[in-house]
């Protein structure tokens, strides 16, 4: 099993709203990653997740907080979101952050925030 | 903070002709990695370089890294209409952190 599957696919939220996206991956991956894609721009890195402990935040705002309750599950709790954090969320894993690994991106949630 | 410019930002070719993508590191890289995003897609892996002057082949594909280990080419012979989307060039900046900076992609579109 290569993949890392993200729920839900598409979210709609309103600026008052709590919502959570969710991703899990059966690799046996050790580092995991939120990343935030706008349209016609590379993924942009928010957090690094290895060996279950936040290691990177790319100083994210607040109103994103992740979370990693075990090495399988990476969660992203939304909260007072504004309309331009509108965008493709990517979760990606890899086995370890250092050395050379390659990242396996889930799908990813398309978030619109209305 | 380690900068990764690609160009060109967008190319369009007749089905048949070559296509190339060029990466630049402000910093020498440990590895570099190529990524393939289709239209409303997620970015898909396609290769790593690790060695200075590196040159991998896959199928039509050669990706380059450079003696310097600070640039990289991607090279489509012969394009397809399934070659179409964005590459992605994405390099780690030289900690152990897993904190790679990707490149702003080339947008490949193939006229059939």
């Known amino acids: 099993d290569t993949e890392v599957t993200q729920t839900p696919k598409h979210l709609v939220m309103g600026m008052t709203n709590k919502k959570s996206l969710k991703c899990e991956q059966h690799m046996g991956h050790r580092a995991m990653y939120w990343y935030k894609q706008k349209a016609k721009k590379p993924p942009e890195l928010m957090f690094v997740y290895s060996y279950e402990k936040l290691s990177i935040n790319e100083s994210v705002p607040s109103r994103f907080s992740p979370e990693c309750p075990n090495s399988s599950l990476l969660n992203l709790h939304l909260h007072a979101l504004q309309p331009e954090d509108s965008a493709l969320y990517l979760c990606a894993s890899s086995q370890r952050t250092g050395g050379f690994t390659e990242a396996f991106f889930g799908q990813g949630t398309r978030l619109t925030v209305v | 903070g380690q900068q990764v410019m690609q160009i060109p930002q967008y190319q369009h070719v007749q089905e048949g002709e070559d296509f190339t993508t060029y990466c630049n590191s402000s910093t020498t890289l440990s590895n570099i990695q190529w990524y393939k995003q289709r239209p409303g897609g997620h970015p898909v892996f396609l290769i790593q370089l690790v060695k200075s002057g590196e040159v991998k082949k896959q199928k039509r594909l050669t990706f380059q890294f450079g003696e310097a280990k600070k640039n990289s080419s991607l090279h489509i012979t012969a394009t397809q209409t399934t070659d179409v989307g964005t590459y992605f060039c994405?390099?780690?900046?030289?900690?152990?952190?897993?904190?790679?900076?990707f490149g702003d992609g080339t947008t490949l579109t193939v006229k059939p």
């Open positions: 994405a390099g780690p900046e030289n900690t152990n952190a897993g904190k790679s900076t």
